[in-house]
């Protein structure tokens, strides 16, 4: 009895020592791909292409694909609205706008409820999970997917105006394209009388 013990003490110690060095050697990898935003994207993106291309292939799982659309829109609204939303902060709304509206207004950045690296690891992990539910005939339920189609679409379009619309009334953009660069002098003194 006593051997019995130790031996699934020693096996559960086992287990539980290389599930720690599998999730920190998984972390290591995750954070060196940080700065790589191109490269994960695109792996992303080829990861998509495998699961939409098992979808066509099987020609099923499209409630499985209906889900994941709807999580990926979830993903999208968080990553383009702010940390703090001002129609559900009071403090912010009674403040007026946080960005700024003037020249002389201090410059504060836009701050994502859900950030690009969160983002992609999300989208990334969804499609994942996505693709290996694809081989259990459980998640295959019987639908007619043009119905579905229509309905993301709706919702997707519904989902977006409300998002410009608040983008619009609250004045603050998601993206910003490369650095900005600021136009200085170019020549030498500006125009003006030479001194003597």
């Not at 292409?49 to 409630?63: K, N, S, T």
């Not at 579905?148 to 603050?172: D, S």
Request: glycine share 10%.
């Amino acid at each position: 009895m006593d051997a019995g013990g130790t031996s699934g003490g020693g096996a559960a110690a086992a287990a539980a020592k290389w599930r720690s060095d599998a999730s920190r050697a998984f972390q290591y990898y995750l954070d060196r791909s940080t700065p790589h935003a191109t490269g994960r994207w695109l792996g992303t993106l080829a990861a998509a292409a495998i699961y939409a291309l098992r979808v066509y292939m099987v020609q099923g799982f499209y409630i499985v694909t209906y889900g994941l659309g709807i999580y990926l829109l979830n993903l999208l609204i968080g990553f383009l609205s702010p940390m703090v939303d001002p129609e559900l902060d009071p403090s912010s709304a009674a403040e007026g706008p946080a960005l700024p509206t003037r020249g002389s207004d201090e410059f504060k950045p836009f701050i994502r409820r859900l950030p690009e690296f969160k983002f992609w690891y999300a989208i990334t992990k969804a499609f994942v999970i996505a693709f290996v539910m694809t081989f259990f005939s459980v998640f295959d339920v019987p639908v007619f997917w043009p119905i579905l189609l229509c309905y993301w679409v709706v919702l997707f379009v519904l989902t977006m105006k409300r998002q410009i619309v608040h983008m619009i009334k609250y004045k603050y953009v998601p993206f910003s394209i490369g650095k900005q660069k600021y136009g200085g002098k170019k020549g030498g003194p500006s125009s003006g009388s030479p001194r003597d």
